[in-house]
């Protein structure tokens, strides 16, 4: 089945350490995103990418980092200089120049 | 930039009901709109998707609405059903560029 999977669902982190979350996707999809979700606030676009080797800044990038190295995959590394990266992460991808945008079920990292 | 807002931001309704979920954007110059749904710790399902061209989409017991000149988007959902709760989330794509703006979500409950 074609779709976008997201690894780990669940992730504990220490104050101080990176993490990468894991995003692949098997759409033949040229964009990728990732967006943050914090409870009572939409969606925010931290990274997104439209081709390989390319990806440009969202509106909160600050404290992340991303690769797009191969189609398929864009993961996204916390790091330690974001001050509150407790959140539920969600990637997503499209076709480049159309509108339908699809979803993986999400990861939720928790700093403890 | 785009803003894009969802009202109410919850809402509670008996089994059977039809009910309108409110979407509005603050530039219509937008390229489509986007209705997703949301259940709880999972990622966004895509429903409907209107190109800026087209007045409506349907989709069996769901029917979406676009009117540009007014910024204003509906989602009419007939004869509610229990399993239809959840939160869903408006979606609208600019011309320029390859962004998506969401608005923060309405929480629907279909009580039984």
């Known amino acids: 089945d074609g779709g976008i999977t997201q690894s780990p669902k669940y992730l504990f982190r220490k104050e101080g350490q990176n993490v990468t979350l894991s995003c692949e996707q098997n759409?033949?999809?040229?964009?990728m995103y990732w967006y943050r979700q914090d409870p009572g606030q939409g969606l925010r676009l931290i990274y997104y990418?439209?081709?390989?080797?390319?990806?440009q800044k969202g509106d909160i990038a600050e404290g992340y980092s991303v690769s797009r190295e191969k189609k398929e995959s864009f993961p996204l590394t916390v790091t330690s200089a974001q001050k509150n990266p407790t959140a539920f992460y969600l990637c997503?991808?499209?076709?480049?120049?159309?509108?339908?945008?699809?979803f993986g079920e999400g990861s939720r990292l928790t700093v403890l | 930039k785009q803003e894009v807002t969802q009202i109410p931001a919850a809402l509670s309704v008996p089994e059977g009901e039809n009910l309108v979920l409110n979407c509005s954007f603050t530039?219509?110059?937008?390229?489509?709109l986007q209705w997703f749904r949301q259940d709880p710790g999972k990622g966004l399902t895509s429903l409907l998707l209107?190109?800026?061209?087209?007045r409506e989409q349907t989709s069996g017991r769901l029917n979406a609405s676009l009117d540009k000149s007014s910024g204003r988007s509906t989602l009419y959902i007939a004869a509610s059903q229990p399993g239809d709760s959840a939160t869903y989330l408006c979606?609208?794509?600019?011309?320029?560029?390859?962004?998506?703006?969401f608005g923060t979500g309405t929480s629907l409950t279909v009580i039984p």
């Open positions: 990418s439209q081709i390989v080797n390319d990806f």
């Open positions: 979606a609208v794509r600019v011309n320029t560029g390859n962004q998506f703006y």
């Open positions: 997503a991808s499209s076709i480049a120049g159309q509108g339908l945008l699809f």
């Open positions: 759409l033949n999809h040229d964009a």
């Open positions: 530039d219509s110059a937008i390229y489509n």
């Open positions: 209107i190109q800026s061209s087209q």
